[in-house]
C-alpha cells in the first residue's frame, strides 16, 4: 500500500504530464494516447529502473520523437523534487499507519493493566512502584507527539513541485494545479526555485528528524521492557503473537 518504487511514481508522473498537456493543448489527442498506452506497456514489463534518465529512452523507443513532447515545461530538477516528496509520502504514510497501530495496542494493554504493578526506574534503578497501565501510557503519550509532528509535516510535504522546469517555470501553458491535482498534492510549491532547488534539502531532513524521534521512542520502550525482563524472575512475560 505505501511501498510504491520509484518507477513507479516516475510512471505516475509522465502520466499526469500527459493528461495535462493534452488538456492544455500542447499536445494532440493521438500523441497523448500513444504515450499513455507507452506508459501501460512499461508499466507491465519486467524492467524496472528507478533512474529517470533510464526510463526516459525506454519510453522514447515506444512512441517516438512525439513522446518527448510530453517533457515540455518540465526539467529533470522538478521531476526529481516531485519523486522525492511522493516516495517520502509513502513512507511518511506507512509510519503514521504503524505509529497508530502501535498507540492502538499500547492503549488496550494499558486498559487491560490497570491494577498490575511494576517497579519504575530511574539511572537503571529499581524506583517506585507503579501500575504497568500508567507506563504504557506514558509511551502512548510519547507516540501522540510523534503523530501530531506528522500531520503538521505533512501539510508541508504534500505540495507539487512538478512544473516548476528548473527553477523559474517556462513559457509553456503549464497547469501545475492539474499536475499537483492529479499524484494527489494538496496544491504546489508556490516559488519556482523553491519548488525544484531548495525544498529538497529541508522537507527531506526534516523527515528524516521525524523518523529519528519515533525510532528513539520505540527504542525506549524496548529498553524499558528488556529492563523489567531480564532479572532471574521477570516481571514480564512476552506472548508470542
Known amino acids: 500500500m505505501f511501498n510504491h518504487d520509484s518507477f513507479y511514481w516516475i510512471n505516475q508522473i509522465e502520466k499526469a504530464s500527459t493528461l495535462m498537456t493534452f488538456q492544455e493543448g500542447i499536445?494532440?489527442?493521438?500523441?497523448?494516447?500513444?504515450?499513455?498506452?507507452?506508459?501501460?506497456?512499461?508499466?507491465?514489463?519486467?524492467?524496472?529502473?528507478?533512474?529517470?534518465?533510464?526510463?526516459?529512452?525506454?519510453?522514447?523507443?515506444?512512441?517516438?520523437?512525439?513522446?518527448s513532447m510530453i517533457h515540455v515545461g518540465r526539467s529533470w530538477q522538478d521531476i526529481q523534487a516531485t519523486l522525492h516528496r511522493l516516495l517520502v509520502r509513502d513512507r511518511l504514510l506507512y509510519?503514521?499507519?504503524?505509529?497508530?497501530?502501535?498507540?492502538?495496542?499500547?492503549?488496550?494493554l494499558a486498559h487491560d493493566n490497570l491494577d498490575s504493578i511494576v517497579p519504575s526506574y530511574t539511572y537503571g534503578v529499581q524506583a517506585q512502584p507503579v501500575t504497568l497501565g500508567h507506563l504504557l501510557l506514558g509511551y502512548e503519550a510519547t507516540l501522540a507527539?510523534?503523530?501530531?509532528?506528522?500531520?503538521?509535516?505533512?501539510?508541508?510535504?504534500n505540495k507539487c513541485p512538478l512544473g516548476a522546469a528548473a527553477l523559474a517555470t517556462s513559457?509553456?501553458?503549464?497547469?501545475?494545479?492539474?499536475?499537483?491535482?492529479?499524484?494527489?498534492?494538496?496544491?504546489?510549491?508556490?516559488?519556482?526555485?523553491?519548488?525544484?532547488?531548495?525544498?529538497?534539502?529541508?522537507?527531506?531532513?526534516?523527515?528524516?528528524?521525524?523518523?529519528?524521534?519515533l525510532a528513539l521512542s520505540i527504542g525506549t520502550l524496548v529498553q524499558d521492557l528488556h529492563i523489567q525482563f531480564h532479572h532471574t524472575r521477570p516481571w514480564l512475560l512476552l506472548e508470542k503473537e
Not at 47 to 62: C, G, V
Not at 95 to 108: A, G, I, M, P, V
Open 27 to 67: 499536445v494532440t489527442q493521438a500523441v497523448a494516447q500513444k504515450v499513455a498506452l507507452a506508459l501501460q506497456q512499461l508499466a507491465a514489463g519486467s524492467k524496472r529502473p528507478h533512474d529517470y534518465y533510464e526510463i526516459q529512452p525506454m519510453l522514447l523507443e515506444l512512441t517516438g520523437s512525439e513522446g
Open 95 to 108: 509510519l503514521y499507519y504503524l505509529s497508530l497501530e502501535t498507540r492502538k495496542r499500547l492503549l488496550n
Open 145 to 157: 507527539r510523534t503523530t501530531q509532528r506528522f500531520s503538521a509535516y505533512f501539510v508541508r510535504l
Open 171 to 213: 513559457c509553456f501553458p503549464i497547469n501545475r494545479a492539474a499536475l499537483a491535482d492529479f499524484l494527489g498534492f494538496e496544491g504546489y510549491v508556490e516559488n519556482a526555485f523553491d519548488a525544484a532547488q531548495l525544498s529538497l534539502i529541508d522537507v527531506g531532513v526534516e523527515g528524516a528528524y521525524l523518523a529519528s524521534l
